[in-house]
């Protein structure tokens, strides 16, 4: 250790101009450095300034930004010191830059092949052919499907998580002395991201790339990580070599996001007496998009013949990755896509399938939550009166009446009254949040649907969401169908949980089921994808295992939907025969081949 | 008040100066009859076309009238025509547009494919028909200005509700319970408002130069009245002098259009900066 850091960051600031004109630090007194062949991670919550920071390792600062102060050293060169010309030559080049979303990052009406050598073909390092066989050795060491002929197919072809290794494909095929990744897993699913960790580290290691991993999740970055920087509000927390971080975190501000990173579980309330008969039943449901066919399945369907109840007061947790048809559940019991076969029932009552013939009053009973406050808010209303119309709508409250549950609401939900003329756009995303959540509330209703409410949040932010929900459920007894695509924070709040995979129900159960093993070989896939907040977890997990061999798959359309992807698929029976629904010793039912005995071994 | 006044101080220079244009060409309108130093039609000088004066600030027109007086009075028909036009055929255009944003496909096919055949009359010459079948008058030519761009508005209102009525907020509105009037009224239409008072900034030039055009062709306001167009083609003679009774009505109605369409983009710039 005793040549210079490779990177090394000193004093930096990064200023920017606010509407008033005045000039107000981003992010300042910024010092770090790495060897070479070290992976750094900046961590931190959205707005502590990681990505400004990141982007200034590129020379750039945005738009309305500057780089007013400190050094930026790469190697021999002083970032702050070179002009445009010199600052092009290096990007794409020596300095290397992995966007979140690759699905908007390549050009889609651009081959693969074509965006993924420009970056060695711009800086004029290696012939067209050369380029190319590279490519394909690095689509090969990325553990990309078809490294030879990928590279022909266009970007609407390949999935996410595909498209992010491509990405690393890009940056990696000048060989860069210095590789920058923001946030490049934060968008896909967890069984996903692990595929992607698995071969960023893969290449990583081989190649000895130094890199600086940008994430708000520590357990993510304990994979990946040499070093952490701890950042909240533009400065630097903590920062240390990533097992001190992780196991012996020193900073106050650290330990709130360790904290908050992994949920605690919730005992489920006293239950009060309340009658038995469940709130909301759900028989045989069937729905999706497009005509209706002959066999009374939707053309494109979304869910297949669900089955579930809520008790009054109880939580059912749904969970599955993005398509698996989670929301579309929920959609379905507002009323907003009516299903094409099987009953929903309300107490007992069916409801109507669509919005039409519903009452006032099956819809004050059922309130629909949606995950993006930005969105589910209308931006054109103040916060009073968002409150308001349900209050209007369905109790007639007017006038100072209104105006005082109002303000009882904005206690409940632990917001400052002086909030109530305040215009929606001048909120942060958590009280946004709970305003979503407010509204839902003024309808007084029996049942909440939450689709993915904490998803959009940070971490910390939206772990005080999640206990706020735990209070109101306390308090007022209302029933809760939470949607989401993380198992932990699942595992953490519901009563009961069903797992759904392409719109079937793979695995449903109480909680506790959910904590002992045999799973669903799919359950067993989403537990074991969740990186645990430890070095080594990413080289042990066997999640993402390649399915064994398999013969060709009927077309019946009731076959297994996770077969495909399936570790503990049997040759001559999955691919021809539709799986039983069985109940497992543990307590839960899930859709498989397999039983107790055979399940044990995975 | 004080909110207008600091929105319009927070406008960019060119804002600033249609704004004064459009203030300018509004005070004409009202009050510029009141102003004008003698009667629209009366011969008070002895030649024509004569340059500038004490007496005749704007010179004379080809029959020796004062300029000056026949551009105060004519402004009125121009600017008032205009606007209440582009209201009118703003109104009825946003609100079939949002009847068929929240009406579904049932609503919106017919009406969206009743538009399109309407937008596929060339506007001039469907006026033109309209005035030679009906002769000229204020009333008519109010509805065929009106008529002919309620298309346009309908295009652009029923793209900007049909995006709006997929948002959550009005989904959340839907599942409860809400009518399809609330959705369209309260949801909706308080989120268009802004590309929507551009678009009424267009419509209102288009109108003008529509007006002007068929004034020019002697169909629009009708002697011894007339509109700024009319007054650039009575003089029409004098452009060979270069003549002011001919090139101030036609600044007339460039800095009008000119100083709304400043205004408005001004707006909808602003307007953007403010959502994001």
């Known amino acids: ?602 | 008040m004080g909110n207008a006044f600091q929105r319009a101080k927070a406008l960019p220079l060119s804002g600033k100066v249609g704004l004064a244009l459009v203030i300018f060409w509004l005070a004409v309108a009202l009050f510029g009859p009141m102003l004008a130093p003698y009667p629209v039609g009366a011969f008070v000088a002895y030649d024509v076309f004569d340059a500038q004066s004490a007496k005749h600030w704007l010179g004379s027109d080809y029959l020796g009238r004062d300029v000056l007086s026949r551009l105060l009075s004519g402004a009125r028909y121009t600017v008032g025509l205009a606007a209440a036009a582009a209201l009118l055929a703003s109104t009825t255009g946003t609100a079939l547009a949002l009847t068929a944003a929240v009406g579904g496909s049932k609503v919106d096919e017919p009406l969206s494919r009743f538009m399109d055949m309407l937008i596929s009359i060339p506007s001039k010459i469907f006026s033109l028909v309209l005035v030679a079948a009906f002769g000229s008058s204020l009333g008519l030519l109010l509805l065929i200005a009106a008529f002919t761009y309620v298309p346009g508005n309908y295009r652009i209102a029923r793209a900007l509700a049909v995006n709006l009525a997929q948002m959550d907020y009005v989904q959340v509105a839907r599942a409860r319970g809400e009518g399809r009037f609330h959705i369209a009224i309260a949801e909706i239409l308080p989120n268009m408002i802004h590309p929507l008072l551009a678009d009424f900034g267009l419509r209102f030039v288009f109108i003008v130069l529509l007006l002007s055009g068929l004034s020019f062709l002697g169909l629009g306001v009708q002697p011894p009245d007339a509109d700024l167009g009319s007054l650039v083609r009575e003089n029409i003679s004098g452009l060979g002098e270069g003549a002011l009774a001919i090139l101030a009505p036609a600044v007339a109605i460039a800095t009008l259009t000119v100083g709304v369409n400043l205004l408005i983009d001004a707006i909808g710039f602003s307007g953007k900066g403010k959502g994001r």
């Open chain 1, 1 to 602: 250790m005793s040549e210079a850091p490779h990177v090394e960051v000193k004093g930096l600031t990064v200023t920017a101009r606010n509407a008033a004109g005045e000039i107000f630090p981003i992010v300042s007194g910024i010092d770090f450095a790495l060897q070479r062949g070290e992976v750094l991670a900046l961590i931190g919550e959205s707005g502590s300034g990681k990505t400004t920071i990141a982007l200034t390792l590129l020379g750039h600062a945005r738009p309305g930004a500057t780089i007013a102060g400190g050094s930026i050293r790469v190697g021999e060169r002083d970032l702050t010191k070179l002009d445009r010309s010199a600052l092009a030559q290096l990007r794409g080049n020596r300095i290397a830059y992995i966007a979140q979303s690759a699905a908007s990052a390549f050009n889609p009406s651009r081959t693969i092949m074509d965006q993924v050598i420009e970056p060695a073909l711009i800086h004029d390092l290696m012939p067209r052919a050369q380029a190319e066989t590279k490519a394909v050795e690095l689509f090969r060491a990325l553990a990309l499907p078809f490294p030879d002929t990928i590279g022909a197919r266009y970007p609407h072809q390949l999935s996410g998580g595909q498209l992010q290794r491509l990405m690393a494909a890009m940056a990696l095929i000048t060989d860069p002395e210095l590789v920058i990744l923001d946030e490049p897993t934060t968008a896909l699913d967890v069984t996903t991201q692990i595929e992607v960790l698995r071969a960023f580290k893969a290449v990583v290691l081989e190649r000895g790339a130094t890199a600086i991993y940008v994430s708000h999740d520590l357990a993510v970055v304990a994979q990946m990580a040499d070093q952490i920087v701890v950042l909240s509000q533009g400065r630097i927390r903590e920062a240390g070599a990533a097992a001190q971080i992780l196991h012996a975190p020193a900073d106050d501000y650290t330990k709130t996001l360790m904290a908050a990173a992994r949920p605690a579980i919730r005992p489920a309330p006293e239950k009060i007496a309340l009658p038995a008969a469940p709130l909301l039943e759900i028989r045989g449901l069937t729905a999706g998009y497009g005509k209706i066919g002959k066999d009374g399945r939707p053309r494109i369907p979304v869910l297949r013949d669900i089955n579930l109840t809520i008790e009054r007061g109880a939580t059912l947790g749904v969970i599955g990755e993005s398509g698996s048809g989670k929301s579309t559940i929920a959609r379905v019991i507002a009323g907003l896509l009516p299903p094409a076969s099987g009953q929903v029932l309300l107490d007992g009552e069916a409801l109507p399938p669509g919005l039409q013939g519903r009452s006032r009053d099956q819809f004050r009973r059922v309130q629909l939550v949606f995950q993006n406050a930005d969105t589910a808010l209308n931006p054109a209303h103040s916060v009073g009166r968002i409150l308001a119309r349900p209050l209007a709508f369905y109790h007639g409250l007017k006038g100072n009446a209104a105006r005082m549950r109002v303000l009882e609401l904005l206690d409940l939900i632990r917001l400052p009254a002086t909030l109530i003329d305040r215009p929606i756009g001048g909120l942060s995303g958590g009280q946004k949040q709970r305003i979503n959540l407010a509204r839902a509330l003024a309808a007084d209703p029996q049942l909440i649907l939450c689709d993915e409410v904490t998803s959009a949040l940070d971490t910390v932010v939206g772990a005080a969401i999640l206990e706020l929900m735990a209070e109101l459920r306390r308090e007022l007894g209302i029933a809760t169908m939470f949607i989401s695509h993380d198992i932990s924070t699942v595992r953490a709040i519901c009563d009961d949980i069903l797992v759904l995979y392409s719109g079937t129900m793979v695995e449903t159960g109480p909680r506790a089921a959910f904590g002992v093993a045999p799973f669903h070989p799919y359950t067993d896939l989403l537990i074991g994808s969740v990186p645990e907040m430890r070095a080594g977890w990413l080289e042990e997990s066997h999640a993402g295992a390649a399915p064994p061999p398999i013969g060709e798959t009927g077309d019946h359309p009731d076959l297994c939907r996770f077969q495909p992807r399936c570790a503990a698929r049997v040759d001559g029976l999955c691919n021809t025969t539709p799986p039983p629904r069985r109940p497992l010793a543990k307590g839960s039912q899930i859709l498989c081949h397999h039983g107790d005995e055979s399940l044990c071994p995975l």
